[in-house]
């Protein structure tokens, strides 16, 4: 009942910038934490930042502290991650994420629902 659509991925430049949107569709947008993971070929999915439903509180992985901002828009049911100052280690598959119960984990089995998934790749 949830569909989660991204955009936003691209190719940028080490040091450049990109927002990659998630727009949420389904159940009320606004009672679910929000979150982003990303994931390079091969290698695990890993946590990037999550959100409250309120957009009040924020949580964020240590390697993009500082660099990311995510944030979210209830009334057009969409999600945002700012990337900044990036650098190729950022460069992965960015998934966005739904958690029905969920208060900003960490942990992929606390989210219900998954995007598709946009690829981001950071250049020298």
């Known amino acids: 009942q949830v569909q989660l659509v991204e955009s936003g991925g691209g190719l940028v430049q080490t040091g450049g910038s990109l927002r990659l949107s998630c727009a949420a569709s389904?159940?009320?947008?606004?009672?679910?934490?929000m979150a982003w993971f990303r994931q390079a070929p091969g290698k695990e999915r890993k946590f990037v930042a999550s959100i409250s439903w309120s957009g009040g509180s924020t949580y964020y992985a240590d390697s993009v502290k500082g660099r990311f901002t995510i944030s979210r828009d209830n009334t057009k049911n969409t999600v945002y991650l700012q990337m900044n100052s990036l650098r190729p280690e950022d460069t992965a598959v960015y998934y966005c994420a739904a958690g029905i119960n969920s208060f900003m984990t960490s942990h992929i089995g606390g989210y219900d629902y998954w995007g598709q998934g946009t690829q981001v790749t950071v250049s020298s």
């Open positions: 389904g159940r009320t947008f606004s009672s679910y934490t």
